[in-house]
């Protein structure tokens, strides 16, 4: 895909990151060069970066060496991080200068690479005509980890042909205009969707990628303003915090012709009060790790329907079906589980077969969320068969956190649920049964879980009880502390 963007629009820039800008025709030298520093021996290339220029060339690049990449959320502990890589087991680690401490000696399998390494090499590269490699469209492209309802992560196998299929499929929905188009990034290049909405998008059409280090609302608006932004991926979290700086209003947005929303449900309040606002539509979409990630959404050629997730992408069947059995397909406007297949759902997960068998059933990929489509084959997300909560955008396994709580030495018993937050989407909830004698302390016990958990998955709150809640068979009743939560 780049190799053909960079033949078609050799001078047109390919990314934007603080004062540098490479053309298409630089950014394909960088990789060529990046690639062969890589050496072409195949295996898997961790990266943990934040946004910055080598995150944008890096998944290129480990294509280009025949390696699968693995991007890890610069934002994981230690705990967390040494799992992963004794998982996936990665020959090289390309990591941030400011991260390398944290890494060091959690899996010795693999050699380091800092970024200010390989940024050295960057005139070197650039000077340099370099050869891309192609990998074989079935082998392995990417291993993107996501929550795991165990409480530990699960490593999703995609291959290159699902990858390149998904970001076609998505065209058919939502066509970009070809060299022409300028894509504000402020989601973490690592994640799945800032991946398929921004940086694929653009090696695909041609189109810009202004990417930022992260989401900052003064640094959004003025770059809305001085880059001539033309397409906006964001979630809500997004599009809630940026309605309420104080500069919003004044932000010239006339250039600004379309948004996507993913990775967590929008309001139907927020997109209106957006729309009216800016005057740019917001194609809300769904998807999953599993799926590519893309599985459907509102169309840019057809009625865009406000609290659904739109349409199948092309070569791709949704389907609702019974809970019980999962194998009944259920008419419109009845609830059941969401499933889905087409060439863009991953292999499997990495060394999880029973994971895998549960997820794959018959060709299907059973996503765990609740559904319903209406009249016109619009589908609806209504409710989660599983536990997940996603916290702004961020999917988080409760079991995970309850397994941290678990380890303080004065915790008994634990359990977490999501609660609905008007920025956030939901957050966190904890609730603790300490052991006798043992005094309460909210705030040690934040710090406790800060210590071994990414900052998104710490509890908003931790409340002290008596006594776990019950059901009839004596396992912990979540029914009762999700309404406690709500109430």
């Not at 480990?62 to 991080?81: D, F, I, K, S």
């Not at 069947?317 to 297949?341: H, K, M, Q, S, Y």
Request: glycine share 10%; charged share 20%.
């Amino acid at each position: 895909m780049l190799e053909a963007t960079a033949q078609e629009f050799p001078a047109r820039e390919a990314v934007v990151f603080g004062g540098t800008r490479w053309t298409y025709a630089q950014l394909r030298r960088v990789v060529a060069g990046f690639s062969t520093q890589l050496g072409h021996q195949g295996g898997r290339i961790a990266t943990l970066l934040p946004n910055c220029l080598l995150a944008c060339a890096a998944p290129y690049a480990v294509a280009a060496a025949g390696a699968q990449l693995v991007p890890l959320n610069p934002l994981y502990t230690a705990r967390e991080l040494e799992y992963m890589l004794r998982d996936a087991a990665p020959r090289i680690l390309i990591v941030d200068d400011a991260l390398v401490e944290r890494v060091e000696g959690l899996w010795d399998g693999c050699a380091l690479l800092r970024v200010s390494q390989l940024a050295a090499c960057f005139e070197t590269w650039l000077a340099e005509e370099g050869t891309l490699e192609l990998p074989d469209a079935d082998s392995d492209g990417l291993l993107q980890y996501t929550g795991g309802s165990s409480g530990l992560p699960k490593g999703v196998i995609l291959t290159h042909r699902a990858l390149a299929t998904n970001i076609a499929q998505r065209e058919s929905l939502l066509p970009v205009a070809r060299g022409c188009e300028r894509v504000l990034c402020v989601m973490p290049l690592f994640h799945s969707y800032a991946m398929a909405m921004g940086l694929f998008l653009c090696g695909y059409s041609g189109s810009t990628l202004v990417v930022q280090p992260g989401y900052h609302p003064q640094r959004v608006l003025d770059a809305i303003r001085d880059e001539g932004i033309t397409i906006f991926p964001g979630s809500p979290t997004i599009f809630t915090g940026l309605m309420q700086h104080e500069a919003f209003a004044g932000t010239d947005w006339s250039r600004v012709h379309t948004c996507y929303s993913g990775s967590a449900a929008l309001s139907s309040e927020t997109l209106e009060r957006w729309q009216a606002a800016t005057g740019a539509p917001i194609y809300e979409g769904y998807g999953q790790t599993e799926a590519g990630p893309v599985l459907s959404f509102n169309p840019q050629r057809g009625p865009v329907k406000v609290g659904s997730v739109g349409i199948a992408v092309a070569d791709t069947e949704i389907e609702v079906v019974d809970l019980d059995e999962g194998t009944r397909a259920l008419p419109a406007g009845e609830r059941g589980e969401i499933r889905a297949r087409g060439p863009q759902v991953m292999r499997g997960y990495l060394n999880l077969p029973q994971e895998t068998a549960e997820s794959l059933r018959d060709g299907w990929l059973y996503t765990g969320d609740i559904g319903e489509f209406d009249a016109d084959g619009y589908l609806y997300i209504r409710d989660r068969k599983k536990d997940l909560v996603i916290v702004g955008g961020y999917n988080v396994y409760p079991r995970e956190v309850e397994e941290v709580l678990f380890t303080h030495p004065d915790i008994v018993e634990a359990a977490v649920v999501g609660q609905p937050d008007a920025y956030r989407g939901e957050v966190l909830r904890a609730f603790v049964v300490l052991r006798a004698g043992a005094a309460f302390d909210e705030e040690a016990l934040r710090e406790y879980c800060a210590a071994r958990l990414a900052r998104y998955k710490l509890p908003a709150r931790i409340e002290a009880l008596e006594a776990m809640p019950r059901t009839s068979v004596n396992k912990t009743d979540k029914k009762v502390l999700k309404a406690r939560v709500r109430a």
